[in-house]
């Protein structure tokens, strides 16, 4: 991949910190970090919790400046992890876990 590592390693980070605040509560705490090859030559890293999940009237505003739902959240994380993998040429989302609580996956070009 190229990549900007300090910039792919905040947002890795950053979902990671927000999947561990997330589970706090539950009572199941599961975090999962993964990375496969798809292929259409991209490389695609999930973040899976096992936490409350996203309520789906958060869900669809998750990536804008300032939608949080955190107490004491500025609601900026999200929106900059965004940036950063789409300037990565990349794609990041959030989808249901199935075995409750939440993934967040983006994805970067490989180089073949």
């Given amino acids: 991949m190229l990549i900007d590592k300090v910039q792919i390693q905040q947002v890795v980070v950053n979902l990671m910190r927000n999947a ?15 990375a496969a090859m ?4 991209t490389v ?9 999940g996203i309520a789906p009237e958060v869900a669809a505003r998750l990536f804008q400046p300032f939608v949080t739902t955190k107490a004491q959240g500025m609601g900026v994380g999200l929106s900059i992890c965004r940036s950063i993998v789409e300037a990565h040429n990349g794609k990041l989302w959030a989808e249901p876990n199935p075995d409750g609580g939440t993934v967040f996956r983006f994805t970067v070009p490989s180089i073949r």
Avoid: F, Q
Avoid at 38 to 41: H, I, R
Avoid at 44 to 52: A, L, M, N, Q, R
């Fill in 38 to 41: 798809n292929e259409d030559g």
């Fill in 44 to 52: 695609v890293i999930s973040i899976v919790d096992t936490g409350p």
């Fill in 20 to 34: 561990i605040e997330a589970m706090e509560l539950s009572h199941r705490r599961e975090l999962t970090i993964s």
